[in-house]
């Protein structure tokens, strides 16, 4: 065990403490309690318990508690955050951090802001915002790192998340970046260039450097080779093709397209493999004595510094290729003071600055990955390849797992036929990385499941074939593109087996991302199922690498061995019925569960009927789809609560900010029944929508004005539109499935009603109070997210809502809900709950009774 394990978990249970999600994983403070109590119990297992011991302990447990409060108090008065006015368009002054990234239908800058202008005096301030300018196409793109940029009317915001359950935390993102405002301009005269100011010695040379290797790069491998080996190199992706992206994501190769401890491992070991020959026989001829001391590898270890630090001055100052680069040259230099059988308690060191750096990086999923995988890796070196530190351990017959990698004696090593020397040698090679992809791919899955709820399972065989491949093509790229900078013609020669390598890179992927079921979108299990799979790979590992025992060991008595197997088989069969069905066991109840999402400027309603039955009302939906409502907030949001199939689904209307998430939904849920409420109209968003649900083998339930559909107990009564209404709209030549053509539904279940009413307007809400439909109701979702030119007087005193909510993006350009509107219903004495100021809205009732609360998040 190592010695620095319970330090390390007592400072990560005080963090753990301190960071909200983590602190309430499952019961409050059970986490923290779990891993700070892990390490203490390491300690009173010791023969030795000394006060020192103790006293160490107790202080790193607080010091872990108290480092998020002194990391946000050491930022100074001026800095942005204190001088961000949301409701205000400003300008500022800033610094290019880095060239602008290049992104579909955008630019997106990284700025250090020098000084904001507002209100007719300037003010010098502190601090990084990420500004987003949406039309591209009017800008030269001419901008460097140093460059100093005027930007006018922007609209600085603090960074916001969506607040639904299972939602990303995306300002938590930003805040590991170091990035505290985002902001937005569309105008080409908002950006204006001032001058340019000098940058600090390696950021000069990391500019430069880096702009000659790409030159070369863009000369040499043109087109979608040259775009993989930037995402492979450089981790920058923006220039690849989504049809790549996806291939890679399906297949469980992304991780391949992020500078990680992977690519700085790679170049690290291609250039130890190259260093220690070229020192054993320097130090050989003018030092034999070093030579024959083992000092060879010492100073290969330290060679290989150097190539190291170029590989991540040419990345750049991103998060994870310096905590990738922090943990080589930790295990490096591990290596030149001897301790490389020590390699995990470099790996905790390691883990321990970096949380001390940022200790937010604890729960970012990057970190999380990292750590696990090489937890991992680790572990296949200390029990498959190498031999125990006691000697008497390495006598006689060597356990199975060390057969499995360690070569034989010398002695018989040598008298063995060539043949077999190659074939044991490819058999190692082969179960090593078989081991160590298995060892990975295990540590690595639940935080895969938790945070992406998608499993590739071809991921685990692809990997044994794509590694060692990008093991060979990292190493070489960067030394041929180096190389080309001063000798071009022995660059071109080498560029043959890359341009090989690229192709293979780009058609393998593609390839096995069509095969069905490559990979599979998982609903999250319950949370304590983490416990439980931490149980099984624990309990199975350790089970796995007991000795065989003795016949005197095999006499009846009670042995914990047999308790561990029974148990493991339990908790293994409880693993894999939670991952295939989350909700277990899922019993009616006599709950009726309504929420309002907080999509943004849009719409999106989840209903979970008393029997368990789903239905998902609109998906939500951005301008130009720049975020995908419905893949990155909608489905995380179901996913969160075990669903992975909706049983109803339907759209009020066609508009972009209803329908768009919907589209994505149908690719990544099985759906029961498509709700059409449209006959008779001919709209292509409503028509595509339709045949892509149909097409999933989904049933169309066609909707009738005043024909309740029944779903257990709840009715679902469908109120417009209606056939008349429908005529006048086809006979006014608006076919179009517009706003005031909204789906509008009565929701009934024993004493509760609520009315759901899409997007109408003022002549729609008319015609439903002339036509005498049931329109009182307990709760209304308000029409139109709270235009002013719905939400009339005489339609909030015919339903006469209790209370009324809002679905609204924050601060959006179309003031949603008008002030009008929320005096209108605060006039009528109608509690109002809005998604832009609330989060998401959520509305329990047994039919009698009812519950409405809020969604609390960061």
């Known amino acids: 065990m190592s010695h620095l394990l319970p330090y390390f978990l007592s400072y990560l249970g005080g963090l753990l403490a301190a960071l909200p999600p983590a602190a309430h994983f499952l019961l409050p403070y059970l986490l923290p309690a779990l891993v700070a109590g892990s390490g203490w119990m390491m300690v009173v297992r010791r023969k030795k318990q000394l006060l020192w011991n103790w006293l160490f302990l107790a202080i790193l447990l607080l010091g872990g508690y108290f480092s998020p409060a002194l990391s946000d108090y050491s930022q100074p008065s001026n800095h942005i955050t204190n001088h961000i006015d949301e409701s205000q368009r400003t300008t500022l002054i800033g610094k290019l951090i880095e060239p602008p990234e290049e992104l579909e239908g955008k630019i997106r800058f990284e700025v250090e802001v020098v000084e904001l202008q507002k209100k007719g005096h300037q003010e010098k301030v502190t601090g990084r915002v990420r500004l987003t300018h949406y039309h591209p196409e ?5 901008f460097h790192a140093g460059d100093l940029i005027r930007f006018s009317q922007v609209r600085l915001k603090h960074p916001r998340n969506f607040k639904n359950p299972g939602a990303f935390d995306y300002r938590g993102y930003l805040k590991i970046r170091g990035i505290s405002a985002t902001g937005s301009l569309s105008k080409n005269s908002s950006i204006e260039k001032l001058g340019s100011l000098p940058l600090p010695f390696f950021k000069s040379l990391q500019t430069s450097l880096r702009g000659g290797l790409l030159k070369t790069l863009e000369a040499e491998f043109p087109g979608e080779q040259g775009a993989l080996l930037k995402a492979m190199l450089l981790g920058q992706k923006n220039h690849l093709s989504a049809e790549i992206r996806e291939s890679y994501i399906a297949t469980g190769l992304s991780h391949l397209m992020a500078v990680s401890g992977l690519h700085v491992g790679f170049v690290a070991w291609s250039a130890f493999i190259i260093f220690w020959p070229l020192a054993f026989y320097g130090l050989l001829k003018y030092r034999p004595e070093w030579a024959q001391s083992g000092a060879a590898r010492k100073t290969a270890a ?10 991540l001055l040419l990345v750049g100052p991103k998060i994870s290729a310096l905590r990738a680069g922090f943990m080589v040259l930790a295990f490096l230099f591990a290596i030149l003071v001897n301790r490389e059988r020590d390699l995990f308690n470099t790996l905790l060191i390691a883990a321990f600055l970096i949380l001390l750096w940022n200790p937010g990086a604890a729960l970012d999923v990057s970190f999380q990955l990292s750590f696990a995988a090489m937890v991992g890796i680790l572990f296949v070196i200390r029990h498959f390849a190498r031999h125990p530190d006691d000697p008497i351990d390495r006598m006689g017959q060597q356990p199975w797992q060390r057969r499995l990698l360690l070569s034989p004696p010398f002695e018989e090593w040598k008298e063995l036929p060539p043949q077999q020397k190659c074939f044991h040698s490819l058999k190692k090679y082969f179960a090593a990385s078989a081991l160590i992809s298995l060892a990975v791919y295990l540590s690595t899955l639940p935080f895969l499941i938790f945070h992406f709820n998608r499993v590739s399972l071809i991921g685990l065989f692809l990997n044994l074939l794509m590694v060692p491949l990008a093991s060979i093509l990292i190493p070489l790229a960067l030394f041929s593109l180096c190389l080309g900078a001063v000798l071009p013609a022995l660059a071109w020669v080498l560029s043959f087996p890359l341009h090989f390598l690229l192709e293979c890179f ?7 991302a069509s095969f069905p079921y490559a990979s599979v979108y998982v609903p999250s299990p319950p949370r304590w199922w983490i416990l439980l799979y931490v149980f099984v790979l624990v309990g199975g590992t350790w089970l796995a690498l007991q000795k065989p025992a003795t016949a005197k060991e095999t006499a009846p008595k009670f042995r914990p061995v047999a308790l561990m197997k029974a148990s493991l088989v339990f908790a293994l069969l409880g693993v894999i019925a939670l991952l295939a069905w989350p909700r277990f066991p899922e019993r009616p109840s006599e709950l009726l569960q309504v929420s309002i999402l907080d999509v943004g400027q849009g719409e999106s309603i989840f209903i979970e009927f008393p029997n368990r039955e789903t239905m998902i009302l609109d998906g939500g939906g951005f301008y130009k789809n720049s975020l995908d409502i419905g893949k990155m907030v ?3 949001f179901l996913w969160s609560r075990g669903i992975g199939h909706i049983d109803y689904l339907a759209a009020t209307h066609s508009d972009q900010d209803h329908i768009s998430g919907l589209e994505s939904l149908v690719d990544l849920f099985s759906i029961g029944h498509f709700l059409d ?8 968003r409503i028509d595509k929508l339709r045949q892509k649900v149909l097409s999933r083998q989904a049933v169309l339930v066609p909707l009738q ?13 469908p109120l417009h539109p209606g056939p008349q209404f429908i005529l006048q709209t086809i006979a006014n030549r608006k076919s179009k499935v517009g706003n005031e053509l909204s789906l509008v539904l009565r929701l009934e279940y024993r004493e509760f009603s609520m009315l759901l009413t899409g997007d109408i307007g003022k002549s729609t809400e008319e015609y439903l109070i002339q036509h005498a439909a049931p329109l009182q109701a307990d709760f209304l979702k308000s029409p139109h997210h709270g235009s ?3 939400n009339s007087s005489s339609f909030i005193r015919a339903v006469q809502p209790q209370a009324v909510i809002f679905s609204s993006g924050y601060l959006n350009w179309m003031r949603h809900p008008h002030p009008e509107v929320v005096e209108r219903y605060k006039s009528a004495g109608t509690k109002i709950w809005r998604t832009d100021l609330n989060g998401s809205i959520h509305i329990t009732t047994d039919g009698i009774r009812h519950r409405i609360r809020s969604f609390s998040a960061p």
């Not at 330290?302 to 590989?311: E, G, K, Q, R, S």
């Not at 409420?677 to 292509?684: A, H, I, P, T, Y």
């Not at 309740?708 to 107990?713: A, C, D, F, R």
Request: include cysteine.
């Open 634 to 636: 909608v489905a995380p």
């Open 705 to 717: 004005p005043g024909i309740p559909l029944s779903i257990g107990e709840v009715r679902l009564i």
């Open 677 to 684: 409420g449209f006959s008779g109209l001919n709209d292509s």
């Open 302 to 311: 330290f060679l290989c510094f150097f190539p190291v630090l170029f590989y």
């Open 788 to 790: 002013r030119f719905s």
């Open 506 to 512: 780009l058609a393998i992927p593609q390839f096995f």
């Open 138 to 142: 009017l800008i030269e793109n001419s």
